[in-house]
């Protein structure tokens, strides 16, 4: 991939690195859809990293507009919702339970 | 009142009639549900219509009323609800295949304060999916078009809610407000949009976009609906971490006042000049005029890192979105594929997200990915984490030289369908006067104030600091009131008739 530096980054996005994000962002794309993508994404990328450019090494990052602190509710019993409305919209059930593919894959 | 006068008229003065027993809750609902079946085929605004929950609703305040019971200021009147807020056992697509014939089974806060002021909610709106967009074009179920010019789009993400207000399918809205989604549609559409102080309406039952920066908000006709509505939804809920635990600024009292004698305007220095349409400049100038002649004291102040703000937006956005998206892994809930038994978790999750996601949302789930991936994050995310820091010093500057700041909503009128869809970057550029606000996170708003030669409406920004969301109400109400007079009438007063057709709106139940 690139250059950890976005400012010195002149090589444009590859195919091959945009397949790679879509795989860890568990997006299976279609060829044309990585052709479509990877310059529309460099042209943004280019556009972005003007932030280095006043991002320096004495300003503080700022994660939220308002400072934030834990908000701990009252350990009280209370109902929680009912299971089958919980379950109604699942794309499948087996008991009381979400059922999900098998977890492990060809090469595990 | 004749239907022709049930949904031209302004909320208030709806629920002022209801109240009064000039007319029912469940007639001025039947009107707007004739109404939607009349024009939404042409205009597309609501995904789904619950046509029998809402007269149950109607006639639920009805009977509160008959029987003597002190009712909200807003009791028995109808609402559009965007389609990204959960309604207990109503569709909520948020515009996505991915989550198509949804039904949640809990109410949003939001959703639930509307439910116990009595407000009746018609259905739900069209939106870019997930709230990804500035046209909502990138809805998964087609576009909404602009009731002005139905070759244009009504903004985005929450052209739905806009486009029924303007089409008189509804005299409430709700939307979202992640960087300009509510004030942006506002403006396309000749109608009043409010991005509250983040933290002063909850975001539980929203669906999530970008944590840090989305708002559910007020969107209305007249400045005075818009603040009531605020008031309903606004205040602490324990259920949100990020909500606010202090009073609703006084909203209401202030759309009412709409004195603006002594108040400090600071018009933004970035915020004009090249890229923004001459008309859009004229109006916007002519405003500032207009509001210095009722007493308004105007001052330039320059906000030097805003020009940095799409930017570090567009960092972080897709950061969240990536993070927040990750949630719609066809286990628990939506669309599912692949699960013939020789895939893996991790296969049927990639074909599901492949199929459910549109073309907006996979860029934006990538590029998080990529500015959040190792090696990576501090150069992108960190930094747009330190632009965000001198957005909001910028912000503090400039509010310390003026009570309110204000700028041209956007820097045109609505475009054409189909327009800028392959050109991200133009696409984006339709939010850098919105986008600073939900950086910083202080109120703003966008308020009617003109149309273009071509009858396409203009839409004037007003930014407040945190938690003086009634600054942007008093100034919204002397702009209203003055063109009022000048116009002869409201400004939606123009808008053209829509000719009825067959509707293709969903109906729920």
């Given amino acids: 991939m690139r250059s950890p530096d976005p400012r010195s980054s002149t090589v444009a996005l590859s195919q091959d690195e945009v397949a790679k994000l879509a795989q860890l962002a568990r997006i299976d794309l279609s060829p044309e859809e990585l052709a479509h993508l990877a310059p529309q994404l460099d042209v943004i990328l280019e556009a972005v990293a003007r932030v280095t450019d006043v991002a320096t090494d004495d300003v503080a990052p700022t994660s939220h507009p308002v400072p934030m602190t834990n908000v701990f509710r009252a350990d009280e019993v209370h109902d929680s919702l009912p299971v089958e409305e919980v379950l109604a919209m699942a794309p499948d059930r087996e008991d009381d339970r979400f059922r999900v593919p098998r977890i492990l894959g060809e090469e595990q | ?509």
Wanted: aromatic fraction near 6%; include cysteine; hydrophobic fraction near 40%.
């Fill in chain 2, 1 to 509: 009142m004749d239907a022709s006068t049930l949904i031209t008229a302004s909320a208030t003065d709806l629920a002022a009639a209801i109240a009064g027993g000039e007319v029912s809750s469940v007639e001025v609902t039947r009107t707007h549900l004739d109404r939607i079946a009349a024009v939404d085929g042409v205009v597309h605004a609501f995904l789904s219509v619950d046509e029998e929950g809402a007269l149950a609703q109607a006639a639920a305040v009805d009977a509160r009323i008959a029987a003597g019971e002190q009712v909200g200021p807003l009791a028995g009147v109808p609402l559009a609800l965007k389609d990204v807020l959960a309604q207990k056992g109503i569709p909520t697509t948020a515009g996505s295949k991915i989550l198509e014939g949804w039904r949640p089974p809990y109410h949003a806060t939001v959703t639930q304060r509307l439910l116990d002021a009595g407000i009746v909610i018609l259905g739900k709106t069209n939106l870019d999916e997930f709230a990804m967009g500035s046209s909502t074009e990138n809805s998964a179920y087609g576009p909404t078009n602009n009731p002005w010019d139905l070759t244009r789009v009504p903004g985005g993400s929450g052209g739905g809610s806009a486009a029924a207000l303007a089409a008189f399918e509804a005299p409430l809205a709700i939307g979202t407000d992640t960087g300009g989604s509510i004030r942006q549609p506002a403006a396309f559409t000749g109608t009043v949009g409010v991005k509250p102080t983040y933290g002063g309406t909850s975001r539980y039952g929203q669906i999530a976009l970008a944590s840090s920066l989305d708002q559910p908000g007020p969107c209305g006709r007249t400045v005075l609906d818009t603040a009531l509505l605020h008031e309903v939804i606004a205040g602490h809920d324990p259920k949100d971490q990020t909500s606010l635990d202090a009073p609703v600024p006084p909203v209401v009292a202030a759309a009412r006042a709409g004195d603006v004698k002594g108040l400090r305007i600071g018009v933004v220095k970035e915020l004009g000049g090249e890229g923004y349409a001459p008309e859009v400049e004229a109006n916007f100038r002519a405003t500032v005029d207009l509001l210095s002649g009722l007493g308004a004291e105007i001052v330039e102040v320059s906000c030097p890192h805003f020009e940095y703000a799409l930017a570090a937006y567009y960092l972080i956005l897709p950061s969240e979105a990536s993070s927040n998206l990750a949630r719609f892994d066809a286990m628990r809930y939506g669309l599912r594929l692949g699960d013939d038994g020789t895939r893996s978790t991790e296969q049927v999750m990639a074909l599901s997200r492949e199929a459910g996601f549109g073309a907006e949302v996979k860029r934006r789930i990538i590029l998080g990915t990529y500015a959040l991936s190792a090696g990576y994050r501090d150069a992108f995310y960190g930094s747009a984490q330190k632009v965000r820091t001198l957005v909001q010093q910028d912000f503090t500057a400039a509010f310390a030289r003026a009570d309110v700041l204000v700028s041209p909503t956007t820097p045109t009128a609505a475009f054409r369908l189909g327009e800028r869809v392959d050109d991200p970057m133009a696409m984006y550029l339709n939010d850098l006067c919105t986008i600073p606000t939900n950086l910083a996170g202080n109120a703003a708003g966008s308020f009617p104030t003109g149309l273009t030669t071509d009858g396409l409406p203009i839409g004037f920004h007003v930014m407040a600091p945190h938690q003086a969301d009634d600054r942007l109400y008093r100034v919204g109400a002397a702009l209203e009131r003055t063109l009022t007079d000048r116009w002869g009438g409201s400004l939606l007063d123009r808008v053209p008739v829509l000719a009825p057709t067959a509707t293709t709106t969903e109906v729920t139940r």
